[in-house]
T-cell receptor, first 114, second 112 residues
Framework: DAGVTQSPTHLIKTRGQQVTLRCSPISGHKSVSWYQQVLGQGPQFIFQYYEKEERGRGNFPDRFSARQFPNYSSELNVNALLLGDSALYLC?????????????FGEGSRLTVL | DQQVKQNSPSLSVQEGRISILNCDYTNSMFDYFLWYKKYPAEGPTFLISISSIKDKNEDGRFTVFLNKSAKHLSLHIVPSQPGDSAVYFCAALSNTGNQFYFGTGTSLTVIP
């Protein structure tokens, strides 16, 4: 079975631009979470979606938005990019909305903002 | 505010010996804890978890210990193998929340 897949794997943007990152969860998983990992830090929670509804949001500005589609895939959008948005963006899926089990992570999308 | 802390950024251990990775947390509402392992250019992979109703969980070479009064958990790897070399993150989940809080990670190097 395919794991969590993310695209693109690497991308370079300039300040002020917008970016869309995509994620396909493990088949059968209905929950998708997004995390930002800055170099030298642990992953920081951005969003969780379950059954196409936002279930949680971390301490990130409104420039960050996300959505989940009927097939449970998800997109993370970041507008008006700042240098500090440079990070590895991780998508994780789980089978339940309450996250009682572990998260399964994709390999991440490495975003560099110049 | 870092609610989950891993105060050792790195650890080196000889092959065959025990590796002990430590994690401290501040939020008494955390009731589920996990350890993740991360290789370069890969996403974190789940290793082992423990619920707050237990104080120990074992899975093969990996054992996690939880001391709730001290708000401390540790991961023991015995015996350590070179393939265990990776960054280890501990993560905690609140019984009221839906997000995991991760520590900053400990880079483990197992020397052959």
């Amino acid at each position: 079975d395919a794991g969590v897949t993310q695209s693109p794997t690497h991308l370079i943007k300039t300040r002020g631009q917008q970016v869309t990152l995509r994620c396909s969860p493990i088949s059968g998983h209905k929950s998708v979470s997004w995390y930002q990992q800055v170099l030298g830090q642990g992953p920081q929670f951005i969003f969780q979606y379950y059954e196409k509804e936002e279930r949680g949001r971390g301490n990130f500005p409104d420039r960050f938005s996300a959505r989940q589609f009927p097939n449970y895939s998800s997109e993370l959008n970041v507008n008006a990019l700042l240098l500090g948005d440079s990070a590895l963006y991780l998508c994780a899926s789980s089978s339940s909305g309450g996250i009682t089990g572990e998260l399964f992570f994709g390999e991440g999308s490495r975003l560099t903002v110049l | 505010d870092q609610q989950v802390k891993q105060n050792s950024p790195s650890l080196s251990v000889q092959e065959g010996r025990i590796s002990i990775l430590n994690c401290d947390y501040t939020n008494s509402m955390f009731d589920y804890f996990l350890w993740y392992k991360k290789y370069p250019a890969e996403g974190p992979t789940f290793l082992i978890s423990i619920s707050s109703i237990k104080d120990k969980n074992e899975d093969g070479r990996f054992t996690v210990f939880l001391n709730k009064s001290a708000k401390h958990l540790s991961l023991h790897i015995v015996p350590s193998q070179p393939g265990d070399s990776a960054v280890y993150f501990c993560a905690a989940l609140s019984n009221t929340g839906n997000q995991f809080y991760f520590g900053t990670g400990t880079s483990l190097t197992v020397i052959p």
